[in-house]
């Protein structure tokens, strides 16, 4: 079975050269010949089962894979069993997406679904092998068509196993086969248009190299060749001598028919006959008559084909040119045009021995070159083109020439620059043209020459001014368009429409629409924005029944890409010499910069509006020569004024000034005008209601180019809030700094109450646990030591009070000296050494290198420094570190850092540190002493240094406080 399909496809090709199978059915073969293909190989799989050799069924599945027609495999239930790659590639799905059986429902349009699902139907009764073609739509959305072929496929027993469907893409072969009948027929219509007809004799045996008589064949003329003779069809393909020599016109006829009768018999294969016909109603045609023989390889005649041409209108043309010749060389005579003319005939081309005196030059020609005939007639073509052509155009006028002279071409159009000989260079354009005779023979060479040196720079002028009024069109963004009507036509369809270039860019939309919109009156429909569609078009019409000349619209257009632009379009009416509208023409420009620049402005000018309304601002403007103020409408309201309800003026704003500030307003503008400078000057208004408002005028003055004030410019401001405000600050303010005072002065008093008492309890204590008095009993020593104790903490509390007192108040002055900075440390380390001993802490210093000396008060640094220390020792604990760091830098100062490995602190708190009174905990769970003075102090204290603290901590890492004094403070080895 496969080899008998295999040797079907391979003879299906036999029978196409053979011409005994059309393309049609050359494609329905085919694919039953594939479908009977891939049936063998299912039958052979099926046949051999799970127990089949593994190559024969790799070789189906190949072939099904690799074969070029499309194959498609169904169960009987029309389920898809198996497809090949070319479904795949034709649909442009992969194989993978193919597997989705609802996607082959989508490449068939709707349409044509039911005939598909008949094909593969195998309860309709139609005999397999079918016939179907449908379309496919692509996955890239292009229809395809196919041509298919369905076969059966069934067990031995008969049962039917599947259907295969083979189908072959057929588009391009519809396309082909469209293209030749379209061919044929332009060719039909242009052979009729020619009045050209074709023949063809064909012999009905073997004839040999020649023809004796033509009688052994039969003619065959196309149905043209009866329109040129006016006879029917059957008596030219009749053959017959006497016949067709009846058609000649009798003064033709013998010498016709014997050239024909020669021809036939002799050994050329080409004849080209002219001659006349006569018709049954006694008119006569020029006919022109080309034979041709057709041989095979051997060299036997196996046909004769031809064709008749009609000239009698050429012929008729030519008679009408020979009677204008004479007023053509009149012409030629008033134009400037020279001519000259070349007998050819009986001599080669190349021949070096063609007579001067076949070689004419007119008048006209001399006059044009400046050469005589004589000259022409002496010296050669290269040497003309050494005389005359200028070396930029000699190569190319001398090739083209000489192509000319050899007979290599027949006619040429050049154009060169010429060197006249008394009128310089100039521009000529020469053409010439050759005439042969029917065996190829010259005949004659026909030139012209002209000078085009005035058209030509005519020409380029214009085209200058053309590029001008192109790229000024450009650069202006505009545009043209134009439309005629007819005058006598009331419709006023509009018959002609022109939409430029310019046009086509600024609008986005391309001539040929915008030209076929104007031409089917959708123009002004399609394209204006709905708001100003009604605008235009009233306008256009009123444009074209005469209503109005001419009209200026602005109007929004929209473009195919749906974007929007604003245009102004100008046009006016054309009328002809009876004052009829015969058209229009107009330009339109780009103004979508200047509207949405217009439209910024307004938006603008509304915000500053918005902005002076809510900030109760307005600006003036006052002309020096004169006197106009204009002013924006807060101005109005901050006068109690509606706007722009009255004029505002110099006087009318001074009689609104309060009467104890007018004056002073007066000879502050008398002062600016005289000695123009910027000024600011705060006065009081009275309003109509007798309120009073507080404003501020400031202003500047605008000078021209020789310095003269032409111009006053500024604004007024409402500052009655602001000036109430500033009051109830300033009383504010007062009432702090005094209740400041007070507090200052009520810790210091306290404090110095407090400390009178307090020495005595802790004096008193040291007595008694000193046993001075006498012996104490044991059991009161615990409570001595606490009394003791308590007040050495509330006489330190009271020393940070008076401390911080003397730095509010401003008594607390630094004494500063150049002090040795490492023993500061170490001092001050020593003196919490025994704290830190007792906490279990481990309290370390390590400086870098040598430390300078500080120029500041060494108590001050002792006490920042104990206040830290303290301060990391509470906060650390037991097992801790607290280390002390100190470095210098040139740049940065000196540097003494307090690092701690203790909680941390919030982040939140971090801000209030440094504040009085404000802890590094929470007030709700603070478990340490202190009132938060000592990082308030400390502050203060680096500040007076001209320093600062840095403080960084967070929960779980510790915190790190670092001392930094400036450089100045530094003393180097050179100053110390």
Request: charged share 25%; proline share 4%; with cysteine.
């Amino acid at each position: 079975m496969l080899l008998l399909a295999s040797t079907t496809l391979a003879g299906l090709g036999w029978l196409q050269w053979r011409g005994e199978l059309t393309t049609a059915n050359l494609v329905s073969v085919a694919a039953v010949a594939v479908a009977g293909t891939v049936a063998a190989f299912l039958h052979q799989r099926r046949s051999h089962g799970l127990a089949a050799e593994v190559a024969p069924q790799i070789l189906a599945d190949a072939v099904i894979d690799q074969a070029p027609a499309l194959l498609v495999i169904t169960d009987p239930r029309g389920r898809l069993i198996r497809y090949n790659k070319a479904c795949a590639d034709l649909s442009g799905y992969s194989m993978t997406e193919l597997a989705n059986p609802q996607l082959w429902r989508q490449f068939v349009p709707a349409e044509e679904r039911a005939s598909v699902a008949r094909a593969i139907d195998v309860n309709s009764g139609e005999a397999f092998p079918r016939s179907n073609q449908n379309h496919w739509i692509t996955k890239g959305g292009e229809r395809r068509l196919l041509r298919w072929t369905c076969s059966d496929i069934r067990d031995r027993g008969g049962q039917l196993k599947a259907i295969v469907a083979a189908g072959l893409d057929i588009t391009d072969l519809r396309h082909s086969e469209s293209r030749s009948e379209r061919a044929a027929s332009a060719l039909q219509r242009a052979h009729r248009i020619a009045r050209l007809a074709h023949w063809t004799w064909l012999p009905e045996r073997d004839i040999g190299p020649g023809i004796v008589d033509d009688s052994v064949g039969r003619y065959i003329y196309s149905a043209e060749a009866a329109d040129i003779f006016e006879v029917t069809l059957e008596t030219l393909n009749d053959g017959e001598d006497a016949a067709y020599a009846a058609l000649i016109h009798p003064e033709d006829r013998d010498a016709a028919m014997q050239v024909y009768h020669d021809f036939l018999k002799g050994p050329g294969d080409q004849l080209s006959q002219d001659y006349r016909i006569r018709r049954a109603n006694g008119d006569y045609r020029h006919i022109r008559v080309i034979s041709e023989k057709l041989r095979d390889g051997n060299g036997d005649i196996t046909e004769l084909t031809g064709i008749v041409q009609d000239l009698t209108e050429l012929r008729r043309a030519e008679l009408a040119a020979l009677q204008v010749q004479a007023i053509l060389i009149a012409a030629h005579r008033l134009a400037g045009i020279g001519y000259w003319f070349w007998d050819e005939s009986g001599f080669p081309l190349q021949s070096p021995n063609l007579p001067a005196s076949r070689y004419r030059y007119s008048a006209e020609a001399q006059a044009v070159s400046g050469i005589s005939e004589a000259e022409m007639r002496a010296i050669d073509t290269e040497q003309f083109c050494r005389r005359y052509v200028h070396e930029n155009d000699r190569a190319r006028v001398v090739a083209t020439m000489l192509r000319f002279r050899s007979g290599n071409v027949d006619q040429y159009t050049l154009e060169y620059t010429y060197l006249h000989p008394t009128r310089g260079e100039r521009i000529l354009r020469s053409v010439a043209v050759r005439e042969r005779d029917a065996a190829g023979n010259a005949l004659h060479a026909t030139g012209l020459i002209l000078d085009i040196t005035d058209m030509r720079r005519g020409e380029l002028a214009l085209r200058d001014k053309e590029y001008q009024l192109e790229a000024a069109h450009h650069l202006a963004r505009l545009g043209y368009w134009s439309w005629l009507i007819e005058p006598q036509d009331d419709s006023g369809i509009i018959k002609s429409a022109i939409w430029s270039k310019e046009a086509a860019t600024i609008s986005g939309i391309d001539s040929a629409s915008a030209e076929a919109a104007m031409l089917d009156g959708s123009f002004e429909h399609r394209f204006p924005h709905p708001d100003d569609r009604l605008r235009l078009m009233r306008a256009l019409a009123e444009l074209r029944d005469g209503r109005r000349q001419s009209y200026d619209l602005d109007y929004r257009l929209r473009r195919p890409d749906g974007s929007e632009i604003w245009l102004r379009s100008l046009a006016e009416n054309i009328k002809d010499d009876q004052g009829r509208v015969v058209g229009a023409f107009g330009v339109i420009q780009d103004i979508s910069e200047r509207k949405n620049a217009e439209a910024g402005l307004r938006r603008a000018h509304q915000s500053l509006a918005n902005a002076q309304r809510i900030s109760h601002v307005g600006n003036w403007a006052r002309v020096i020569a004169t006197g106009e103020v204009t002013c924006s409408d807060e101005v109005y309201r901050i006068f109690g004024l509606e706007p722009g309800r009255t004029p505002f003026s110099v006087d009318l704003m001074l009689s609104y000034v309060h009467p104890e500030d007018r004056q002073r307003l007066i000879e502050d503008m008398e002062r600016t005008v005289a000695n123009p400078a910027p000024f600011q000057i705060e006065h009081r208004v009275v309003l109509a209601d007798g309120s009073i408002k507080v404003v501020r005028q400031q202003g500047e003055a605008q000078l021209d180019s020789d310095g003269k004030l032409v111009r006053l410019e500024g604004i007024i401001l409402d500052i009655t809030d602001l000036k109430a405000r500033e009051q109830a600050l300033n009383q504010a303010r007062i009432r702090a700094e005094m209740a400041d005072r007070a507090k200052t002065e009520f810790l210091a008093n306290m404090s110095h109450e407090l400390r009178t008492p307090l020495n005595a309890v802790i004096g008193f204590s040291d007595v008694l646990a000193q046993q001075i008095m006498g012996p104490i009993p044991a059991a009161y020593a615990e409570s001595i030591d606490a009394i003791r104790s308590s007040g050495r903490h509330l006489l330190e509390i009271i020393g940070d009070l008076l401390e911080m007192s003397r730095i509010e108040s401003g008594d607390r002055y630094l004494q500063e000296f150049p002090f040795d900075v490492k023993a500061a440390i170490h001092d001050t380390a020593r003196h919490f050494t025994a704290q830190a001993q007792r906490d279990g802490i481990a309290l370390s210093v390590d400086e870098t290198g040598r430390l300078p000396d500080l120029v500041g008060e060494e108590r001050a640094f002792k006490q920042v420094l104990g206040n830290l220390l303290s301060n990391a020792l509470k906060f650390t604990p037991r097992h801790g570190r607290v280390t002390i760091t100190a470095t210098s830098d040139a740049d940065a100062g000196l540097l003494v850092a307090v690092s701690d490995t203790g909680k941390g602190i919030d982040p939140k708190l971090l801000p209030q540190l440094g504040k009085p009174f404000a802890q590094g905990e929470s007030s709700l769970s603070r478990r340490y002493g202190g009132v938060g003075l000592g990082l308030a102090i400390s502050r203060r204290l680096m500040h007076m240094h001209g320093g600062r603290l840095e403080i960084t901590s967070a929960p779980g890492a510790g915190t790190r406080v670092i001392m930094i004094f400036p450089p100045e403070r530094v003393l180097s080895e050179n100053t110390r």
